[in-house]
């Protein structure tokens, strides 16, 4: 669940793709993205700016390289 921001904390892997996160409504929208080359081993990175995103479904797409993962977040109140 979040409100108005997400902290993302990851393990990078040295490579040259960069990070890209995608953050789409449950119709499949993308409403915020952005893509960020990784320069340590180990950060952390805190997406603000979302609070005026409507309340409701969210899936959030991380992908680096060929790696995939998503995610169902709830925004709420």
Known sequence: MFIDALQ???????SYHPLRVVLKDD???VCRSFERKM???KEELNW?????????????ELSHGEDEM???LVKRV
Not at 48 to 60: E, F, H, I, Q, V
Request: glycine share 10%.
């Open 8 to 14: 993302l904390q990851f393990t990078a892997v040295k």
């Open 27 to 29: 119709q499949g929208c």
């Open 39 to 41: 320069s340590h081993d």
């Open 48 to 60: 603000t700016g979302l609070n005026d995103l409507p309340y409701g479904r969210y899936t959030l």
């Open 70 to 72: 998503k995610m169902h």
